[in-house]
């Protein structure tokens, strides 16, 4: 591009210098191929043209966001371009799709919260300002939409922040497919939580970075078909071994070694710790300590971490044990043993070191000595122990040091990824790599070759990348490209890992020789590429090599390269510790199989090349994405720009590279409005007579002559250089039109002179001429005065004598005049006296009469009143002493039926006695009986024998007379006996049986008088509530004639004057009416009640549950309003207050009314439909509010007098507040009481409060998010105004069709009145809708003035005019809705005021004090100093504000720094509920409610009758 610039006088270029890189400034002079300019630092400088670049003077102060979009895409406009937004604290940049991130060195909360990752969420690349979260957004975006994984490479020198860079791409991706809180969130958790325990055993501080990671990561984050995150794996590359055993000043060891040093005292104590400086791997270097680390806090931060990601405690404490031997082992010194070339420990500290090592690794203390000073060495015939000198003792101690730690390294890793767990059936994945930069120090082993490697290779992927993005931007476009070159770095790869002949080869073979050195090595290095482009051997270095990278020439040092490529483990130190009692660190050196020890040899860069094609492999089987770190300075210090260290670290992370490619193509491209904006002024006429950009454009190119370029489908493109033409025809374009106006200024200049002169003598003549002419005038003006005079003098003496005759005259007539009226006003006073007289007797004599009548109506009435009443008080007496007998009969009724249930109690115990008698009589008779038998049968049996005996004799001797043996008296007398006995138990049964019947006559008949006792008491009980009745009837008879005679004796008491007029019937009889009704109501209600209450057919339990359900389904549906109130929150209350349920302790009414709301609100997309039920709901609140009070309100109010509850003692109260006149205040406060009664709320009644409260706050976020909802699709249209270039201005003017982006204002307007005419027509209370309108307006102001903020085109003077007039749309319609629109434009005061800063004219000359207390004085200095570096005037392209105010801002922002609030310039959505029960209350009145009517459909139902 220098080269086919050719530079004239007055041209802005830049020029190269040694300590700034290039500076800036203007051609004075040009001689052939020479030019002078003078630079802005006030030095000359004499350089070639071809040697200087084209500036942008119209390149925006703040920069631009893309630096594809500099008009000059060369080093010094992307340093300055870079240079400019450090400046300002915006350290992102893209570059195309690149993004450069520059360290600030300083915390930049406000850029990476939450609120920040919302806003990035969806947005497309470039849309907002550059930011990590937006390549990370972009990457799974591309992943879901495409269906192709993805990768992020992260590079940069070590300081250059990779790391953050690389947490914020996590924290996002995160983010982005994170689960729900209710599923967990343990894998993104654990990929987060890795980082701190990676960065504690694998960062260190360095000479450029206090946490440089001396590894590379590649974080592989897997997803499903969902795009959640599913599993992860971290792999790591060459961990800095060397780094454990050698630490160089002023340098640190890895983190972890200090933090153990910093743990709790009971954990140094275990492991029996000291202080770093006491540690020979930790004081080598003097910096033991990092301002900006607490490693007693980072301690704790790594175990809670490690816990996270599936570490247990034996496991962690298992892993510093590790870390602790490593540093004992460090403290061993060895010296001259007995032997030759033999070594023991050196004294007794070494020693202990040696003994607590051995003791923290379980293991053998004099098997780790042999360890350390032996070897063995196992030959065909024997083995042999050789003995090795301190040094080899220290070698070896150091090598298990090493190789210790980067088991424990990789162990770490592996665990990791086993607990974060990879997805074998993942469908995507995105990678982070987090890869060290391009590194050239003084003294470079071979940790810089691999690095140095691995940069090589991401740079030929970068390179690829950059050119396929080159060739798809043209074919987007659809515009004519050629094959375009780019460097290719492969000669660079063969020359390191080429087989057989590459470096890493030859050092692997010289690794498998052991008398190979590093010199021998050198040496077959020299001799092999000592023709190769890329090699060179530096003089005076006898083993030393330099190689040509794509960043720059580095030398390495050979002496170490063979010690760091080997990679084995000594058989002894594997024995010792795979031997160990710790399992865990046995499971660090597992046993070795027979194959292992005899496979081929292995070493770290075969190894490592090998993992770099792995790593390459997965790259190019995704779609890369770049972000380039860079460090602004070597003092790791915030606000210093050091623009060489920064060009080389472009050069290294390929920015150049890229930049190159593109200036081999088509560096310059505008769109088209810019690029007609820019330089439509080379042809005027284009711009007139075209009608579209494309077309324009080509006919102004070629108008100009220019060539090689080529028009896009929305950019033109032009070749290196091109730009540059066209803006020196431009500057000479501007030249002659100064030319011309110049001109024209002079020519107005003399004009306007010679008109001032003509002017003065024209003024000056006709001053002369006024003078003489005024002299002349006063001649005349005298003259003429003393005429006047003359005259004047005659006319007053001939009117003064007229005056006296005429007033002479006039006195005369007037006392005859005034006699006669006096005469006349005499007589008519004393007509008007007589008639007032007349008129006032009569009057009196009305009203006496008037008085007498009404005092007999009053009495007549009242004695006639008093006599019903005497007489219902008669007939409740009568059916009280009624009831009294009643009640008495009930009593002895009682009385008996306990006398009968005592007689019947004993009844059955003697008839239980006569059982149990009859049964032992029964027992005796059967016994006797038994008996009787027996002797019977005996005397019978003995009468055979003697028959038998006697008619023996008989036939032997003879007959003798029979004498009879039977006792015929004991017979008889058993006989009767028996007979008596069946007589007792016949006699028994009877009884019993007679006993029997009378118990269930006694039992039917105490049966019914307990029917009849329950009938009298309900009796009694409606007796007694009719005597409640009538005697709270008779106190308002006795209240009303009290009223009555205090009327009366106020009447009476009254002057007679005071009785003019109609007398006060009215009032009387509005009494007495009121009296009759009430009467009439309460009889009637009385007389329903009573056949209610007598049907017993239902329970109460039935009929309240058929009363619930009959309410539920009237009010379910939208049954209107009455007098502007909702008539089912009315019903409901009523209903609720009849049946009790606020002082019930247990009913579901409640419960069933709270689920008829919940499911009627089901719909949350009808506005009409919540609004109805937000009124419902908010008009019961408040109905419950006034009326529920707790116990403790409760006692409280007790104390109070009562309040009148009936009709005339409400209005006897208010005839004592006013006994004159009725007060219809207090008139409305006793209906309202009415209305609103207050009891005692249980729990169910409060709890039934508190869910309607809940419901109303749920309701109104529905309504108001719904709204938001509608207007969020308008505002993102709202926020940015129409691009028009200046052709298309003279063309169309300003005029705008249908789809202006007015009309989005307008469909706000309208989206506002729709809900508006909703919210009114349900009768919303009011403050809802102001809390409505009042947080949607500040939703408004939330995403206009972020969206403001965050991009760029939006903060431009033609923008800010055009949010302005959107702005006064809603300014008038506040103003039109102003009742229920409140403070709701107060909500909008940041993006007012912010517009009102953009489109103030010059604002230059606007002070901090000014902007800060006058203009913007709500906006933090955050946002005042962003809005200031985003300002570019697209209009009248004015200045923004001057460099004094932007450095005032930046320090005042530097001193609130260390507060991580005030950084933030993102303004927070309010989604809070903000009002209370207490708000909705006070916008409502008791007497609101009165003479409402319930809903008809339950009017009809006999069972509401008492909401009549």
Same mark, same amino acid.
């Given at each position: 591009?220098?080269?086919?610039?050719?530079?004239?006088?007055?041209?802005?270029?830049?020029?190269?210098?040694?300590?700034?890189?290039?500076?800036?400034?203007?051609?004075?002079?040009?001689?052939?191929?020479?030019?002078?300019?003078?630079?802005?630092?006030?030095?000359?400088?004499?350089?070639?043209?071809?040697?200087?670049?084209?500036?942008?003077?119209?390149?925006?102060?703040?920069?631009?966001?893309?630096?594809?979009?500099?008009?000059?895409?060369?080093?010094?406009?992307?340093?300055?371009?870079?240079?400019?937004?450090?400046?300002?604290?915006?350290?992102?940049?893209?570059?195309?799709?690149?993004?450069?991130?520059?360290?600030?060195?300083?915390?930049?909360?406000?850029?990476?919260?939450?609120?920040?990752?919302?806003?990035?969420?969806?947005?497309?690349?470039?849309?907002?300002?550059?930011?990590?979260?937006?390549?990370?957004?972009?990457?799974?975006?591309?992943?879901?939409?495409?269906?192709?994984?993805?990768?992020?490479?992260?590079?940069?020198?070590?300081?250059?922040?990779?790391?953050?860079?690389?947490?914020?791409?996590?924290?996002?991706?995160?983010?982005?497919?994170?689960?729900?809180?209710?599923?967990?969130?343990?894998?993104?958790?654990?990929?987060?939580?890795?980082?701190?325990?990676?960065?504690?055993?694998?960062?260190?501080?360095?000479?450029?970075?206090?946490?440089?990671?001396?590894?590379?990561?590649?974080?592989?984050?897997?997803?499903?078909?969902?795009?959640?995150?599913?599993?992860?794996?971290?792999?790591?590359?060459?961990?800095?071994?060397?780094?454990?055993?050698?630490?160089?000043?002023?340098?640190?060891?890895?983190?972890?070694?200090?933090?153990?040093?910093?743990?709790?005292?009971?954990?140094?104590?275990?492991?029996?710790?000291?202080?770093?400086?006491?540690?020979?791997?930790?004081?080598?270097?003097?910096?033991?300590?990092?301002?900006?680390?607490?490693?007693?806090?980072?301690?704790?931060?790594?175990?809670?971490?490690?816990?996270?990601?599936?570490?247990?405690?034996?496991?962690?404490?298992?892993?510093?044990?590790?870390?602790?031997?490593?540093?004992?082992?460090?403290?061993?010194?060895?010296?001259?043993?007995?032997?030759?070339?033999?070594?023991?420990?050196?004294?007794?500290?070494?020693?202990?070191?040696?003994?607590?090592?051995?003791?923290?690794?379980?293991?053998?203390?004099?098997?780790?000595?042999?360890?350390?000073?032996?070897?063995?060495?196992?030959?065909?015939?024997?083995?042999?122990?050789?003995?090795?000198?301190?040094?080899?003792?220290?070698?070896?101690?150091?090598?298990?040091?090493?190789?210790?730690?980067?088991?424990?390294?990789?162990?770490?890793?592996?665990?990791?990824?086993?607990?974060?767990?990879?997805?074998?059936?993942?469908?995507?994945?995105?990678?982070?790599?987090?890869?060290?930069?391009?590194?050239?120090?003084?003294?470079?082993?071979?940790?810089?070759?691999?690095?140095?490697?691995?940069?090589?290779?991401?740079?030929?992927?970068?390179?690829?990348?950059?050119?396929?993005?080159?060739?798809?931007?043209?074919?987007?476009?659809?515009?004519?490209?050629?094959?375009?070159?780019?460097?290719?770095?492969?000669?660079?790869?063969?020359?390191?890992?080429?087989?057989?002949?590459?470096?890493?080869?030859?050092?692997?073979?010289?690794?498998?020789?052991?008398?190979?050195?590093?010199?021998?090595?050198?040496?077959?290095?020299?001799?092999?590429?000592?023709?190769?482009?890329?090699?060179?051997?530096?003089?005076?270095?006898?083993?030393?090599?330099?190689?040509?990278?794509?960043?720059?020439?580095?030398?390495?040092?050979?002496?170490?390269?063979?010690?760091?490529?080997?990679?084995?483990?000594?058989?002894?130190?594997?024995?010792?510790?795979?031997?160990?009692?710790?399992?865990?660190?046995?499971?660090?050196?597992?046993?070795?199989?027979?194959?292992?020890?005899?496979?081929?040899?292995?070493?770290?860069?075969?190894?490592?090349?090998?993992?770099?094609?792995?790593?390459?492999?997965?790259?190019?089987?995704?779609?890369?994405?770049?972000?380039?770190?860079?460090?602004?300075?070597?003092?790791?210090?915030?606000?210093?720009?050091?623009?060489?260290?920064?060009?080389?670290?472009?050069?290294?992370?390929?920015?150049?590279?890229?930049?190159?490619?593109?200036?081999?193509?088509?560096?310059?491209?505008?769109?088209?409005?810019?690029?007609?904006?820019?330089?439509?002024?080379?042809?005027?006429?284009?711009?007139?007579?075209?009608?579209?950009?494309?077309?324009?454009?080509?006919?102004?190119?070629?108008?100009?002559?220019?060539?090689?370029?080529?028009?896009?489908?929305?950019?033109?493109?032009?070749?290196?250089?091109?730009?540059?033409?066209?803006?020196?025809?431009?500057?000479?374009?501007?030249?002659?039109?100064?030319?011309?106006?110049?001109?024209?200024?002079?020519?107005?200049?003399?004009?306007?002179? &010679?008109?001032?002169?003509?002017?003065? #003598? %024209?003024? *000056? =003549?006709?001053?002369? @001429?006024? !003078? /003489? +002419?005024?002299?002349? $005038?006063?001649?005349?003006?005298?003259?003429?005065?003393?005429?006047?005079?003359?005259?004047?003098?005659?006319?007053?003496?001939?009117?003064?004598?007229?005056?006296?005759?005429?007033?002479?005259?006039?006195?005369?007539?007037?006392?005859?005049?005034?006699?006669?009226?006096?005469?006349?006003?005499? &007589?008519?006073?004393?007509?008007?006296? #007589? %008639?007032? *007289? =007349?008129?006032?007797? @009569?009057? !009196? /004599? +009305?009203?006496?009469? $008037?008085?007498?009548?009404?005092?007999?109506?009053?009495?007549?009435?009242?004695?006639?009143?008093?006599?019903?009443?005497?007489?219902?008080?008669?007939?409740?007496?009568?059916?009280?002493?009624?009831?009294?007998?009643?009640?008495?009969?009930?009593?002895?009724?009682?009385?008996?039926?306990?006398?009968?249930?005592?007689?019947?109690?004993?009844? %059955?115990? *003697?008839?239980?006695?006569?059982?149990?008698?009859?049964?032992?009589?029964?027992?005796?008779?059967?016994?006797?009986?038994?008996?009787?038998?027996?002797?019977?049968?005996?005397?019978?049996?003995?009468?055979?024998?003697?028959?038998?005996?006697?008619?023996?004799?008989?036939?032997?001797?003879?007959?003798?007379?029979?004498?009879?043996?039977?006792?015929?008296?004991?017979?008889?007398?058993?006989?009767?006996?028996?007979?008596?006995?069946?007589?007792?138990?016949?006699?028994?049964?009877?009884?019993?049986?007679?006993?029997?019947?009378?118990?269930?006559?006694?039992?039917?008949?105490?049966?019914?008088?307990?029917?009849?006792?329950?009938?009298?008491?309900?009796?009694?009980?409606?007796?007694?509530?009719?005597?409640?009745?009538?005697?709270?009837?008779?106190?308002?008879?006795?209240?009303?004639?009290?009223?009555?005679?205090?009327?009366?004796?106020?009447?009476?008491?009254?002057?007679?004057?005071?009785?003019?007029?109609?007398?006060?019937?009215?009032?009387?009889?509005?009494?007495?009416?009121?009296?009759?009704?009430?009467?009439?109501?309460?009889?009637?209600?009385?007389?329903?009640?009573?056949?209610?209450?007598?049907?017993?057919?239902?329970?109460?339990?039935?009929?309240?549950?058929?009363?619930?359900?009959?309410?539920?389904?009237?009010?379910?549906?939208?049954?209107?309003?009455?007098?502007?109130?909702?008539?089912?929150?009315?019903?409901?209350?009523?209903?609720?207050?009849?049946?009790?349920?606020?002082?019930?302790?247990?009913?579901?009414?409640?419960?069933?009314?709270?689920?008829?709301?919940?499911?009627?609100?089901?719909?949350?997309?009808?506005?009409?439909?919540?609004?109805?039920?937000?009124?419902?709901?908010?008009?019961?609140?408040?109905?419950?509010?006034?009326?529920?009070?707790?116990?403790?309100?409760?006692?409280?109010?007790?104390?109070?007098?009562?309040?009148?509850?009936?009709?005339?003692?409400?209005?006897?109260?208010?005839?004592?507040?006013?006994?004159?006149?009725?007060?219809?205040?207090?008139?409305?406060?006793?209906a309202a009481n009415a209305v609103i009664r207050p009891v005692e709320a249980k729990y169910p009644a409060l709890l039934f409060k508190q869910q309607l409260a809940a419901y109303v706050e749920k309701m109104f976020g529905m309504v108001r998010d719904n709204l938001k909802k509608e207007l969020s699709t308008l505002l993102s249209l709202c926020i940015q105004a129409p691009r028009t270039s200046k052709g298309g201005m003279l063309r169309s003017g300003r005029s705008f069709g249908k789809d202006s982006p007015a009309?989005?204002?307008?469909?706000?307007?309208?989206?506002?009145?729709?809900?508006?005419?909703?919210?009114?027509?349900?009768?919303?209370?009011?403050?809802?809708?102001?809390?409505?309108?009042?947080?949607?307006?500040?939703?408004?102001?939330?995403?206009?003035?972020?969206?403001?903020?965050?991009?760029?085109?939006?903060?431009?003077?033609?923008?800010?005019?055009?949010?302005?007039?959107?702005?006064?749309?809603?300014?008038?319609?506040?103003?039109?809705?102003?009742?229920?629109?409140?403070?709701?434009?107060?909500?909008?005061?940041?993006?007012?005021?912010?517009?009102?800063?953009?489109?103030?004219?010059?604002?230059?000359?606007?002070?901090?004090?000014?902007?800060?207390?006058?203009?913007?004085?709500?906006?933090?200095?955050?946002?005042?100093?962003?809005?200031?570096?985003?300002?570019?005037?697209?209009?009248?392209?004015?200045?923004?504000?001057?460099?004094?105010?932007?450095?005032?801002?930046?320090?005042?922002?530097?001193?609130?720094?260390?507060?991580?609030?005030?950084?933030?310039?993102?303004?927070?959505?309010?989604?809070?509920?903000?009002?209370?029960?207490?708000?909705?209350?006070?916008?409502?009145?008791?007497?609101?409610?009165?003479?409402?009517?319930?809903?008809?459909?339950?009017?009809?139902?006999?069972?509401?009758?008492?909401?009549?």
């Open positions: 591009m220098a080269g086919n610039f050719s530079p004239s006088v007055g041209s802005c270029v830049w020029v190269e210098d040694r300590d700034e890189a290039w500076i800036d400034g203007e051609v004075v002079e040009v001689n052939g191929e020479d030019i002078k300019v003078l630079c802005t630092s006030g030095k000359h400088v004499v350089t070639k043209a071809s040697a200087v670049y084209p500036k942008d003077t119209e390149a925006p102060a703040s920069g631009v966001d893309d630096m594809t979009r500099l008009a000059y895409l060369h080093e010094p406009g992307v340093l300055q371009n870079l240079h400019s937004r450090y400046d300002i604290n915006e350290i992102y940049t893209y570059t195309g799709s690149i993004l450069i991130a520059v360290n600030p060195f300083r915390r930049l909360p406000h850029l990476y919260s939450s609120h920040m990752m919302a806003q990035y969420k969806g947005a497309a690349l470039g849309e907002l300002s550059p930011h990590p979260f937006a390549v990370a957004d972009a990457a799974y975006r591309q992943m879901i939409n495409d269906g192709v994984s993805q990768s992020i490479l992260v590079s940069g020198e070590s300081g250059a922040g990779k790391t953050e860079s690389t947490k914020l791409l996590m924290r996002y991706l995160a983010y982005m497919g994170g689960r729900a809180a209710s599923e967990g969130r343990s894998v993104e958790q654990k990929v987060l939580e890795s980082n701190p325990v990676l960065e504690a055993f694998g960062n260190a501080k360095t000479v450029r970075n206090n946490n440089s990671s001396r590894f590379g990561k590649f974080v592989e984050i897997q997803f499903d078909e969902k795009g959640r995150i599913s599993g992860a794996a971290i792999r790591t590359y060459l961990l800095e071994r060397s780094r454990v055993c050698q630490v160089s000043d002023p340098e640190r060891n890895y983190h972890c070694f200090y933090m153990l040093c910093a743990a709790p005292k009971e954990d140094v104590q275990r492991y029996k710790l000291g202080e770093p400086k006491t540690y020979h791997y930790l004081n080598q270097s003097k910096c033991l300590e990092v301002d900006s680390i607490n490693d007693a806090e980072e301690y704790q931060a790594t175990r809670r971490a490690m816990d996270v990601v599936g570490i247990s405690t034996e496991e962690q404490d298992a892993i510093f044990s590790v870390v602790a031997a490593i540093l004992h082992l460090g403290n061993v010194e060895f010296a001259k043993g007995a032997e030759i070339d033999s070594s023991v420990p050196k004294d007794e500290k070494s020693l202990f070191h040696l003994k607590t090592a051995a003791e923290i690794l379980s293991c053998d203390e004099k098997a780790l000595e042999d360890s350390l000073c032996k070897r063995i060495m196992v030959t065909r015939d024997e083995t042999i122990t050789k003995t090795l000198d301190p040094e080899a003792a220290t070698l070896s101690r150091d090598a298990l040091a090493k190789v210790m730690y980067s088991r424990l390294f990789d162990w770490l890793v592996d665990k990791i990824n086993n607990s974060i767990g990879q997805d074998p059936h993942s469908k995507y994945l995105i990678g982070v790599l987090d890869i060290y930069g391009f590194e050239s120090f003084k003294t470079n082993s071979f940790e810089q070759f691999c690095i140095n490697l691995t940069n090589e290779k991401l740079q030929q992927h970068f390179n690829q990348h950059v050119f396929k993005m080159e060739q798809e931007e043209y074919k987007k476009e659809e515009i004519n490209w050629s094959y375009i070159e780019f460097v290719d770095n492969q000669d660079i790869l063969d020359l390191i890992e080429k087989k057989p002949g590459g470096i890493i080869a030859l050092l692997d073979e010289a690794c498998m020789f052991p008398r190979s050195t590093h010199e021998t090595f050198a040496q077959k290095l020299y001799q092999t590429f000592k023709n190769h482009k890329r090699f060179t051997k530096p003089k005076l270095a006898r083993s030393d090599f330099t190689i040509c990278h794509y960043a720059g020439d580095v030398t390495y040092q050979t002496q170490l390269f063979l010690d760091k490529n080997k990679d084995y483990v000594i058989a002894e130190h594997q024995a010792l510790l795979n031997s160990s009692s710790c399992s865990f660190v046995a499971s660090l050196f597992p046993p070795m199989s027979d194959d292992s020890n005899k496979s081929k040899f292995s070493s770290i860069g075969t190894r490592f090349k090998q993992q770099l094609v792995s790593l390459l492999e997965i790259l190019n089987t995704t779609e890369p994405h770049y972000i380039r770190c860079i460090k602004p300075n070597n003092l790791l210090k915030p606000g210093i720009f050091e623009n060489e260290n920064i060009l080389q670290q472009l050069r290294c992370g390929g920015v150049m590279e890229a930049i190159r490619i593109s200036c081999a193509g088509y560096p310059t491209r505008k769109h088209f409005d810019e690029f007609l904006n820019r330089f439509g002024i080379l042809a005027p006429e284009v711009l007139v007579k075209n009608s579209d950009d494309p077309a324009a454009c080509k006919k102004l190119l070629n108008k100009v002559g220019l060539e090689g370029y080529q028009i896009g489908k929305t950019k033109v493109f032009l070749r290196a250089g091109q730009m540059a033409d066209l803006d020196t025809r431009r500057t000479e374009v501007l030249g002659r039109s100064a030319s011309i106006i110049q001109r024209k200024v002079r020519s107005y200049l003399a004009k306007k002179s &010679f008109i001032l002169l003509r002017n003065s #003598a %024209k003024q *000056i =003549q006709s001053v002369c @001429r006024g !003078y /003489l +002419a005024r002299n002349v $005038y006063e001649g005349m003006r005298r003259e003429a005065a003393a005429l006047k005079i003359q005259r004047d003098l005659r006319m007053f003496l001939a009117r003064k004598d007229y005056t006296e005759l005429c007033s002479a005259s006039v006195s005369v007539q007037a006392g005859m005049r005034g006699m006669v009226a006096r005469n006349e006003l005499c &007589f008519r006073r004393q007509t008007k006296a #007589a %008639k007032i *007289i =007349q008129t006032w007797c @009569r009057g !009196y /004599l +009305a009203r006496l009469h $008037y008085r007498k009548l009404k005092k007999a109506a009053i009495t007549t009435q009242c004695a006639w009143r008093s006599k019903i009443a005497r007489g219902e008080l008669r007939k409740l007496k009568m059916a009280a002493r009624e009831t009294g007998a009643l009640q008495e009969a009930k009593n002895k009724l009682e009385k008996q039926v306990e006398e009968l249930t005592w007689r019947l109690q004993l009844e %059955k115990r *003697i008839r239980t006695d006569l059982e149990e008698a009859k049964k032992q009589e029964s027992a005796k008779a059967q016994s006797s009986m038994e008996e009787l038998e027996l002797r019977c049968k005996e005397t019978e049996a003995l009468l055979i024998k003697e028959r038998e005996a006697a008619k023996n004799v008989a036939e032997i001797a003879p007959i003798i007379k029979e004498v009879p043996v039977v006792d015929q008296e004991l017979m008889e007398k058993i006989t009767n006996e028996n007979e008596k006995l069946k007589g007792m138990v016949s006699s028994l049964e009877v009884k019993i049986d007679e006993t029997e019947k009378k118990l269930k006559e006694t039992t039917k008949i105490s049966e019914d008088r307990l029917k009849q006792a329950l009938d009298a008491e309900s009796k009694l009980v409606k007796l007694q509530t009719a005597m409640q009745r009538l005697e709270e009837k008779i106190l308002d008879m006795e209240a009303e004639k009290n009223i009555m005679r205090q009327h009366q004796q106020t009447i009476s008491s009254t002057p007679v004057r005071s009785t003019l007029g109609h007398p006060p019937t009215a009032p009387i009889k509005n009494l007495e009416n009121g009296q009759q009704i009430n009467l009439e109501s309460e009889f009637n209600e009385a007389e329903f009640t009573t056949p209610v209450a007598g049907n017993a057919e239902k329970s109460a339990a039935e009929r309240q549950i058929m009363n619930a359900d009959a309410l539920i389904d009237c009010v379910k549906d939208n049954i209107g309003f009455s007098n502007g109130k909702p008539v089912a929150a009315f019903t409901i209350y009523k209903c609720l207050l009849h049946w009790k349920c606020f002082e019930s302790e247990k009913t579901n009414v409640f419960d069933r009314l709270i689920q008829m709301i919940g499911s009627a609100i089901e719909n949350e997309d009808d506005n009409s439909h919540l609004a109805y039920w937000l009124t419902s709901t908010s008009a019961l609140l408040f109905l419950l509010q006034k009326s529920l009070k707790t116990d403790g309100s409760g006692a409280t109010q007790s104390k109070k007098p009562p309040a009148a509850t009936s009709l005339f003692g409400r209005m006897a109260m208010s005839f004592r507040s006013s006994p004159a006149s009725g007060n219809l205040a207090a008139a409305a406060e006793a009309t989005h204002w307008q469909s706000i307007i309208d989206g506002l009145n729709s809900l508006l005419v909703t919210l009114k027509e349900n009768h919303v209370p009011l403050v809802l809708i102001q809390k409505i309108y009042s947080q949607t307006f500040s939703f408004i102001n939330v995403q206009l003035f972020n969206s403001l903020l965050l991009r760029k085109e939006c903060c431009t003077f033609s923008n800010g005019e055009f949010v302005k007039a959107g702005l006064a749309e809603l300014e008038l319609w506040c103003c039109e809705a102003k009742e229920y629109a409140g403070p709701s434009w107060e909500e909008l005061k940041h993006i007012r005021q912010a517009v009102g800063f953009l489109v103030i004219h010059q604002k230059y000359r606007i002070s901090y004090d000014d902007i800060a207390h006058d203009l913007c004085p709500g906006l933090s200095v955050q946002q005042l100093y962003r809005i200031c570096t985003l300002y570019w005037d697209d209009s009248y392209n004015t200045r923004s504000v001057s460099q004094e105010v932007i450095s005032s801002m930046r320090a005042l922002m530097t001193e609130e720094s260390n507060d991580a609030d005030s950084d933030s310039f993102l303004l927070d959505d309010d989604s809070s509920i903000p009002f209370s029960v207490d708000d909705i209350s006070s916008s409502m009145q008791e007497k609101d409610f009165v003479g409402i009517k319930p809903a008809e459909e339950l009017l009809e139902n006999p069972a509401f009758l008492f909401l009549h």
